[in-house]
């Protein structure tokens, strides 16, 4: 009889708290969470943008200390992976400094890289890697010269790319706010399952007491 007491008494006390109430809590802090977690992300949004204003700039010290001040957020910050963004400015000006090296009329062929280049510049407005395939194809349709230094050499597309993976949680006000919500929908599950095994329990094992 007493243990018939005590599963009321615990049936109670679970009541107190309203399962709604607790689903109303857990959409509140939804919320904010997420409000944090876009802030988040438009943190990284406008330190990446300062990345590629620095790039068009072309200024090389400030361009390192925006990328670097990027990859110290997205390391502190949850919901910030950057994706893969390239420099391209950057990577336009040493491609060119790359073929005006090379330009010279003492080719057999003629001057192979304005010839690359006026094939291809008009059908790509900006250096990218479609324009070095068009360039590197076009060159390929002439013979090197003996001369190394006649022969171009473009840059790796893969020295400008740059990509910042975020941590799957971070100690800030998204993260804890996280931490919150999940602790609350644990809560409610609990609860939940803790009724109706209660339940259970007084309605078939005490229901001879």
Not at 33 to 47: C, E, K, P, Y
Not at 89 to 97: E, L
Request: with cysteine.
């Amino acid at each position: 009889m007493a243990d018939k007491r005590r599963v009321k008494k615990s049936i109670r006390q679970l009541r107190r708290v309203k399962t709604w109430q607790l689903l109303i809590l857990l959409l509140l802090v939804g919320f904010i969470g997420a409000t944090f977690l876009r802030l988040n992300n438009i943190g990284m949004v406008q330190r990446r943008d300062a990345v590629l204003a620095a790039d068009k700039v072309g200024d090389g010290a400030a361009i390192e200390s925006r990328l670097y001040d990027l990859q110290r957020y997205v390391a502190a910050h949850m919901n910030t992976e950057t994706g893969p963004f390239y420099l391209e400015q950057q990577y336009r000006r040493d491609a060119q400094k790359a073929v005006d090296a090379a330009s010279n009329d003492d080719n057999p062929n003629g001057n192979i890289n304005v010839k690359a280049e006026a094939v291809c510049k008009p059908q790509y407005t900006v250096w990218s890697p479609a324009y070095v395939q068009c360039f590197t194809d076009e060159l390929a349709k002439f013979p090197p010269s003996p001369d190394p230094a006649q022969n171009v050499n473009l840059p790796s597309t893969n020295l400008y790319r740059h990509e910042f993976t975020d941590p799957l949680w971070s100690p800030d006000f998204a993260g804890w706010s996280v931490v919150v919500g999940v602790v609350i929908l644990l809560m409610i599950i609990t609860r939940l399952v803790s009724l109706g095994v209660l339940r259970l329990l007084l309605k078939h094992h005490y229901r001879g007491i």
